[in-house]
């Protein structure tokens, strides 16, 4: 970096260091190179055995691989049995796909408020919003930390609602002992790369619910079924297939899978690594009064995705962007996770309303991600630390 920080002299960090990024290895590369060599590039035999992993994994019956987190979240809510009129809560601070499944499958989407210490879904702004059109709940397990999740199954199966995890950032995550990925009706992973373990892109369903598993098998290949039990009309030979419903191609190539598959192999030492720099940070910034450190629930034995500063402005002679800008300066990759969804310009042509969700708003305007990756070293962290230490210090009133 050649520019000098805004706060006047040479940035701490020398060079750029991002918010996320990936860790590949030699291990990763061959399997990837084994199966450019292999007979089956998509269709194939590593499509199962990553599938099999994440069974072994998340203690779930079921895995369904897809093409990406997305196109895993329009499974659960197609699988849901998500139609015109029906409403399905969710948080607002979640990537916009959380809420859009349900608008790809007609329903609407609903925001409950956070609770503001943990940044997750707060259990009792679902019951306020559960109406006698709810048919789903898609809950963000937000950074890696677990939802309250015996209570919204508990609120759920008071209702005859789904319960849908949409645990994108909580691979490794366990609830009050229990990996995430086998508690609620169905769960969603993402393997974008800045996720603890990637397949470049790609996603996957899990589940415990025989019936729910067909109906995601057959939503990522066009609604084509082989199985003769499936079909309408009986089979008129091993060549014969049906649709019998209208899915997509959501399929992931053996090549992502076998990288997945990879990844996998090392989520253990991922997920401690993890925990090591969470710990360091909260060591770091909770003797900073002007730093709010998210919370936990007990229950939550989090691998975290992202970490979150809370920035107390009431302390501080600037806002938001200032801060962002300033460690930018100073060679800190920083981000903001999320803008809410419903104060988008296409969610408020839908007649979605400012003010909906308080908690989520205020919170929006205070926070930042700050870099947590696998191989971000304990000497790049102390310089974030320094850099953060060096900004607070220079805005504090």
């Given amino acids: 970096m050649e520019k000098l920080a805004i706060l006047g002299g040479k940035p701490v960090l020398k060079q750029k260091i991002g918010y996320g990024h990936q860790y590949i290895d030699d291990a990763d590369i061959q399997a990837v190179v084994d199966v450019l060599k292999s007979d089956y590039l998509t269709c194939g035999p590593k499509i199962e055995e ?11 019956r079921h895995a369904v691989l897809i093409a990406n987190g997305t196109a895993a979240l329009h499974a659960t809510c197609f699988a849901a049995g998500i139609g015109p009129g029906d409403e399905v809560i969710t948080t607002p601070i979640t990537f916009a796909a959380s809420a859009n499944c349900a608008l790809y499958c007609g329903g609407r989407p609903v925001f409950a408020d956070i609770n503001p210490e943990t940044y997750n879904i707060d259990p009792d702004s679902v019951v306020k919003c559960i109406t006698n059109k709810t048919k789903a709940v898609v809950a963000v397990d937000f950074t890696g930390q677990a939802v309250e999740l015996k209570r919204l199954r508990e609120i759920c199966d008071k209702n005859n609602i789904m319960l849908i995890e949409d645990a994108a950032h909580s691979l490794g995550t366990r609830y009050d002992g229990q990996p995430v990925g086998s508690i ?67 399929r992931m190539t053996d090549m992502q899978a076998a990288l997945l598959s990879s990844q996998l192999n090392k989520l253990d030492i991922f997920a401690a690594r993890r925990k090591e720099l969470v710990k360091r940070y909260d060591e770091a910034f909770m003797q900073i009064p002007e730093i709010i450190v998210q919370k936990e629930i007990s229950e939550s034995d989090t691998v975290r995705h992202l970490y979150i500063l809370q920035f107390n402005l009431e302390m501080l002679k600037c806002g938001r962007r200032e801060i962002f800008d300033a460690l930018q300066a100073e060679g800190v990759g920083v981000n903001v996770h999320y803008i809410p969804a419903y104060t988008f310009p296409y969610y408020q042509k839908l007649g979605y309303k ?44």
């Fill in 50 to 60: 990553a599938e099999k992993k994440l069974c072994q994994i998340t203690g779930a």
């Fill in 184 to 250: 609620a009706d169905m769960t969603e992973f993402s393997f974008h790369p800045v996720k603890t373990c990637t397949a470049g892109e790609g996603g996957a369903v899990t589940t415990n619910d025989d019936r729910l598993y067909k109906k995601l098998l057959l939503f990522r290949t066009h609604g084509i079924t082989r199985d003769p039990e499936q079909m309408d009309q009986e089979s008129e030979g091993d060549w014969y297939y049906q649709q019998v419903d209208l899915g997509y191609n959501y």
């Fill in 354 to 397: 400012m003010g909906t969700c308080p908690n989520a708003e205020k919170l929006y305007g205070r926070i930042m991600s700050i870099p947590l990756y696998y191989s971000l070293t304990n000497e790049q962290q102390d310089k974030v630390i320094e850099a953060v230490r060096k900004v607070i210090d220079y805005y504090r009133k």
